[in-house]
């Protein structure tokens, strides 16, 4: 299960106005598409990046990534928390079996602090992230500055039975 704090405070994944329309937030996009997305087990990649110092924590990952896998599918759920560069991932699924990006996208802005308003109610959405590639059971993947990005895949199709 998972647990979303901003539904009890004031800055809930989806906002409206009294009688008038309603925008999705930046926050409501990472817990739909995840839960569209991740099934089964969850696994943690073993992840080489570079850190930053926090005053609170010491070091952190400028990347962090979770995945799930079953029956044939998996999910990686990637951030970046660079505030300035982009980040080259590449991780080696082989023993996942899967063999196809099914679906690729990344919610980022070249702003950090751009949100959805009832102005701009899709200023910031997810976009497919075209940079993804797996091949030979390696996926590659771009990582815009300070971006949350979920990448699909799954196994080889199996052609259909022939008839007659």
């Not at 598409?33 to 952190?60: C, K, M, Q």
């Not at 992230?129 to 990448?151: D, R």
Request: charged share 15%; hydrophobic share 50%.
């Amino acid at each position: 299960s998972a647990s979303l704090a901003q539904l009890v405070n004031v800055i809930a994944p989806i906002m409206t106005e009294p009688g008038g329309p309603a925008w999705r937030q930046t926050t409501f996009f990472p817990f739909s598409i995840t839960s569209r997305l991740a099934a089964g087990e969850v696994i943690r990649p073993v992840i080489e990046a570079p850190a930053y110092d926090t005053a609170r924590h010491g070091e952190a990952p400028v990347i962090d990534a979770v995945a799930t896998v079953d029956d044939g599918r998996a999910a990686m759920f990637l951030v970046n928390r660079d505030l300035g560069e982009a980040a080259q991932v590449t991780i080696d699924v082989r023993s996942l079996g899967c063999t196809r990006i099914t679906e690729a996208v990344t919610l980022a802005d070249a702003n950090v602090y751009a949100k959805n308003t009832l102005a701009r109610p899709e200023r910031v959405t997810p976009a497919a992230n075209a940079s993804a590639a797996l091949a030979g059971g390696v996926l590659t993947i771009e990582l815009p500055p300070v971006s949350w990005t979920a990448a699909a895949m799954s196994g080889a199709v199996l052609p259909a039975p022939r008839s007659g």
